[in-house]
């Protein structure tokens, strides 16, 4: 490891003890910025990159509620308000029982340039809870909501701090929250995004993460004079971001052959088409249950506790959760063929997975980059709720599309190496790092 990143990384260790998944996000930019930094002499004399890993606020909250049987339960409630030199704090919320100021301080610093990237004014944040929506009822679902927010409202606003869903934050959840803000503030304003198109929302937000990753994979695959079409495509997680992944990736001509949720990951060679999709979004959006109905539905293999990436394909889209491919995943999908990786999902690959991949010279688009798409229509959302008016699907749908083009763009012009190849961590890293960096200096010691 350099030297220079080796110190860095020393320091942030010992400032941020135990922060594992916030270290390896650190230490990745920190990577691909301190060469950039030497050569860039006013960023280092700013010490950007210093204060930068440094949250400008966090907040930490008790969320007590009622459970169904009357009982009280008590969860831990987080905002990190990471960087809001180019606008007001923007991120999701996640609830999951394994969330931490470590994996929330990770996807705070990865939002912070991914948002940067997409070219609209938003600062980076990231919150959400420990509480596991798995298995609760619509009412335990909204007390708790209500609970959550009765404290975060306080701290957010629509030029303040702007939350949106993540891992077990949809448009359920989203609702409750708003409802509760609205009735604590006595105002109706763009506070969260992802509302419904009832009430606020933007029509393609449900749609967006899992669109741009496959717009984003599009983009890669035409710098070989590739294309979707005709490629097997291997997909894990079952959610949002999966479900309109395997939608775009069929509406370009590829096929999506797996889903997968916590459980294991079903496999279906002649691919999940729109009727079969269907199904997936009334299982996981609706009933609620588990991805191995799926194969017993319609006869395919289920295979419990696994990973789909044993499974032979062109092109990889994790879309699940941190760390979901380690290097011998990556090993395999190389050796199988894999031309292009578009992680929809934040820090799928772990650090082992990315050098397989980078070494191999496939197409490797980080999430900060290939899952930008999700923040940047709830940019969208934001403009249309300060307009007070609504843009149709296709102009939408179109912003987006330019978007993410954009996005590969920049990617392109600060990743391409001597030999042409394209490294589009350090494309994302340091592109989505100049314009908040030079906000930082502007502002001057804030
Ligand atoms: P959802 O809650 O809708 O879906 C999450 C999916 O991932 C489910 O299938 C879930 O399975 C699976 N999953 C979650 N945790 C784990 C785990 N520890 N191990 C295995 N599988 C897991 O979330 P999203 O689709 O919104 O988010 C997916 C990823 O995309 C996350 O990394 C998120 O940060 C990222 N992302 C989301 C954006 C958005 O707009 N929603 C924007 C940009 C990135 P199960 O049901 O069993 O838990
Ligand atoms: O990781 C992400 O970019 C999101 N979960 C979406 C954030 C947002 O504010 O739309």
Redesign the pocket.
Known sequence: MDPRVQQFMAMIKAKNPGENEFHQAVQEVAESLIPFIEDNPKYKHAKILERIAEPERTIIFRVPWLDDKGEIQINRGFRIEMNSAIGPYKG?L???P?VNMGILKF?AFEQVF?NSLTTLPMGGGKGGSDFDP?GKSDNEVMRFCQSFMTELFRHIGADTDVP???????GREIGFLFGQYKRLKNEFTGVLT?KGIEWGGSLI??E???YG?TYFAQEMLSTRGESLKGKTVCI????????YAIEKVTDMGGKAVT?????GFIYDPKGIDKDKLAFIMEL?NVK?G??KEYAEKYGVEYFEAK?PWGIKCDVAM?????N?INGDEAKTLVKNGCICVSE?????STPEAVEVFINAAILFGP?KAA?????A??GLEMTQNSMRLPWSRTEVDEKLHTIMKNIHSTCVKYGTKENGFINYIDGANIGGFVKVANAMIAQGVV
């Open positions: 999701g996640r609830f999951h394994t996807l991914k798995k949106a869903g993540d891992i077990g934050v949809g992802g937000r449900p967006a993460t899992g990753a894990s997680g079952s959610g949002n971001v999966a479900q889903s997968s949720d916590s459980d996981k609620r588990r991805i990973r994790p879309n699940a959760t941190q979901e929809g999902a934040n820090m799928p999430g899952n930008a798409g999700g923040v229509t709830s």
